[in-house]
């Protein structure tokens, strides 16, 4: 699925999520459900900066932030990341967070069948019936 769709189907089943980006490793964006450009870069690097400052914060352990939401009186603002991909999205105020990262990171899972090729079909050969 591309990151448009994928970001379609977010916001059809997540009444929470009022804005998303997704993010490429290199911090490119993929998709949004902003109309405007401006707005789309803000929100994909203040994720970005966001995942940055947390990450700095953590001791060297071999761990890797995957997930954080930042609280927000307006509303929160949620990333998560899977593998490769990032995924920031704002909701409305006191949003249900186990919920919103069920739905982010159902989201960035649906991209990976994007990759894979599809399963190629064996056929097999009947052999000719005697007659």
């Given at each position: ?14 009444s ?9 490793a290199?911090g490119?964006v993929?998709?949004?459900t902003?109309d ?25 352990t071999?761990?890797e932030?995957?997930?954080l939401?930042?609280a ?13 991909r990032?995924?920031?999205?704002t ?5 249900t967070?186990g919920?919103?990262f069920?739905?982010?990171k159902?989201?960035?899972?649906s991209?990976e069948?994007?990759?894979k ?15």
């Open positions: 699925m591309d990151a448009v769709s994928a970001l379609a189907d977010l916001t059809e089943i997540s929470q999520v009022e804005a998303a980006v997704v993010l490429d290199d490119s993929l998709g949004s902003l405007d450009d401006a707005r789309t870069e803000r929100l994909a690097r203040a994720g970005a900066e966001l995942l940055e400052a947390v990450s700095a914060g953590i001791p060297h071999g761990r932030v995957t997930q939401e930042a927000l009186r307006e509303g929160s603002v949620f990333v998560a990341r899977d593998g490769a990032s995924i920031v999205a909701t409305t105020p006191h949003p967070s919920l919103v069920y739905d982010l159902t989201c960035l899972r991209l069948t994007e990759e090729p599809p399963a190629r079909r064996r056929t097999t050969k009947k052999a000719p019936a005697d007659a």
